[in-house]
């Protein structure tokens, strides 16, 4: 175990210019897993870490014999606070409609872990946690990590931990990815896997999108080149920007245009001006401004580029079968009908592959306006699929 | 799982699907096959418990699909019309299609691609032949409403009918073979293969045919 060095940035004299990301970055307030050089997380890059750190939550209790573990996989933005109150919002866990006892994923049968990814900035090692090298945060000093280098860390995190196999693994959207990659690296770990709004490859518009939120971001004259940390900046409201483009990209247009419509925001008309005079502007407003309390700026541009470089067939010839090859994984796919970021086309492709490959999959669609954040949302058919998966795989893996 | 065998075969019963029983007949025990159109998944649990099959299915309805995956059954939410395209050639031993076909927007294509994807198929269906289906459409001059076949012409989802012997000319047109075939009465009993084929089709109510290229 390494201890987290003492850290007094230069930065911290400006006070409110740091937000809680390089304190949670950094002393999460969740259980920490440290690796020193004995144990170096090699990099798709060719790069490595040596002195690394991965925080986790975990619910429920493993099982004698472990095997009733499930791996949760966050998304972009989220964290490990699964189903438990997040340490900087105080808002609940981001998946508690899903996980939790009695829930779809049932604490009270199965043993739940989530980490947060490598890259992240909540606690495992990312742009805003301290370079031992320099007692200083990497920030652009990290080298720019993968989907790959995700689930490498987090297999690393499993062994530490002492769980072998997992029951079942899921993630929507960067977590499906990750849910993905997994089935692909460590089939004979998965017993299933439930990847959700996610395909097994960024489309170009997605990266388009992500391309916008980075430059967002860099041209915040707080960014400092991505120095901020050190120089006491935070560049607010380029990740805001970054953080309003994407979440509409999450949503649905009919589903936004049900709920805001043409609404004027606290007034009866116009106000000729370039305040937020719609709902819809203050909505996204509003979800820029609570993003950038919790989140850091660098983290968001390593999460994307990952995302970006994430296709699963590339790595396996252009054939994406060949990734799941004498698999014995049991498969159930999820998209949703009104997902424009991943629609399902998308993971029907992972279908099809996973079908030449011989594999058990299922496969549904769930009828919804919810868009590509349905996963998040009250989806009584997706409870429904997850919980029935789930028991199915449960009782075929002889869990009571 | 002499429990379970028995349970699949009660619901089974329970549903009036006497096709399903004789289908199980025409499945060689630890086959993988493919059930198109497989509902809430009654055939496919059912060839798992008492034929060992490695199973999968494809169904159109969310809510047969959810069903079928809280049973622990590999089913995909696609259309037999289009999503049998997707599958690599002979990727089962046997492709079932149940009472479906007469839904299909293109059979005969739905035919060929199962022949495709599997080296036999099995097919059952209603058929239209049958001597009530006749005498309904004599007599009466309308469109035959059955038991069996509940639906008015503008409501049904059965938009190709055929009898049995429509089915025997298209298999012949494909250039396909048919290795058996049993037809069903009213009461579920099966007639006897050897009778000439205008009994069949007057008489038998619905037909399970097994076929290959």
Redesign the interface.
Known sequence: MVDTPDITLPGAQHGAAFGAPPNEANRPSSPVVHFGPEAPLRLDSGRSLTRWQVAYQTYGKLNADKTNAILVCHALTGDQHVASTHPVTGKPGWWWRMVGPGLPIDTDRYFVICPNVVGGCMGTTGPASINPETGLPYMLDLPVLTIGDMVRAQAMLLDRLGIPTLLSMLGGSMGGMQVLQWAATYPDRVFSAVPIAAGARHSSQNIAFHEVGRQAIMADPDWRSGRYLVEGTNPRKGLAVARMAAHITYMSDKALHEKFGRNLQDRDKPTFGFDADFQIESYLRHQGMTFVERFDANSYLYMTRAMDYFDLAADYGGRLANAFKGTKT?F?AVSFTSDWLFPTAEI?TV??AL??A?A????????TLGGHDAFLLDEP?LF??I???L???A??RGIQ | MEQSVQRAEQQVRAAHRFDLMTVAQLITPGAKVLDVGCGDGVLLKLLEETRQVEGRGIEISQKGVNECVAQGLSVMQGDADTDLADYPDDAFDFVILSQTLQATHRPREVIEQMLRIGRKAVVSFPNFGHWRMRLLLLFTGRMPVTRHLPYSWYDTPNIHFFTIRDFMALVKEIGATIETGVALTEGGRSLPWKLPWWVWNLFGQQAVFLIRR
Do not use: L, W
């Not at chain 1, 299922?362 to 009828?367: D, H």
């Open positions: 049991r159930c029907k279908v099809k079908n030449a011989g058990s999959v299922s496969f549904v669609e769930i009828e058919e429904a699929t919980r029935g998966f028991g199915a795989a009782r075929a």
